[in-house]
């Protein structure tokens, strides 16, 4: 039973396309996160949300979008992509105000050529 | 499927301690592991470990690799307040995804 679900698992589209990676989490969790790893390993986080709440990282191009139709869902859509915009995105979720451990999807690697 | 086990699911300990986390994994087409601090945005990233035996250290943290054995340990010694945090492991598969542990949660108590 996997907790938090993305898809695809691997993205490789050309630059100027919209794309979409869809995450979905069956723990009952109120918030959902997009993070992009970098090829340094770090983890930065993108966007979190919930039902009432949108934060957005003020450093992420307004290319990028999340859009959440349902608590479970929480989708990445991207516009005009960038050859920069190649990365793993991880989407993960916990429980709402809860400041411990989210749990994370295994990643989209995206490759814009 | 994938698996990555971590213990102690939690862990509570005094200032000053010294502490040891286990990560044990199963995985097709290893890569490498890694190691996260998170607290209460996005995870801080450690280190990463490739090779068996080769102890990584960072300040009062060190980590080290046993690809036979299929674990990790990650060690801190000396404790403080500010260690108190969920660490996080993940093995990195050869086409970079990667799983995630549960985690341990770590409290320094003063």
């Known amino acids: 039973d996997t907790a938090v679900s993305q898809t695809p698992k691997y993205l490789v589209t050309q630059m100027g396309n919209d794309k979409s990676i869809k995450c979905e989490q069956n723990?009952?969790?109120?918030?959902m996160y997009w993070y992009k790893q970098d090829s340094k390993k770090f983890l930065k986080i993108m966007f979190s949300?919930?039902?009432?709440?949108?934060?957005i990282n003020e450093t992420v191009p307004n290319r990028f979008s999340p859009k959440s139709p349902d608590k479970a869902h929480l989708n990445l859509h991207i516009n005009s992509l960038e050859l920069g915009d190649s990365a793993v995105y991880f989407c993960?979720?916990?429980?709402?105000?809860?400041?411990?451990?989210?749990?994370f999807g295994q990643g989209t690697r995206l490759t814009v050529v | 499927e994938d698996k990555v086990v971590q213990s102690p699911l939690s862990l509570v300990v005094h200032e000053g301690d010294t502490v040891t986390l286990n990560c044990s994994y199963e995985?097709?087409?290893?890569?490498?592991l890694l190691w996260y601090k998170q607290e209460k945005k996005a995870p801080t990233f450690l280190f990463m470990l490739?090779?068996?035996?080769i102890e990584k250290k960072s300040g009062r943290l060190s980590s080290i690799l046993d690809k036979k054995e299929l674990f990790s340990i990650l060690n801190i010694t000396a404790t403080q307040t500010g260690d108190s945090a969920v660490y996080l492991c993940?093995?990195?598969?050869?086409?970079?995804?990667?799983?995630f542990g549960s985690g341990t949660q770590l409290t320094v108590l003063p």
């Open positions: 723990l009952g969790h109120d918030t």
């Open positions: 995985v097709t087409n290893f890569r490498s």
């Open positions: 993940a093995v990195e598969r050869s086409a970079r995804q990667l799983t």
């Open positions: 490739t090779s068996s035996g």
């Open positions: 993960a979720s916990n429980r709402k105000g809860a400041n411990t451990e989210a749990f």
């Open positions: 949300y919930n039902n009432k709440e949108l934060i």
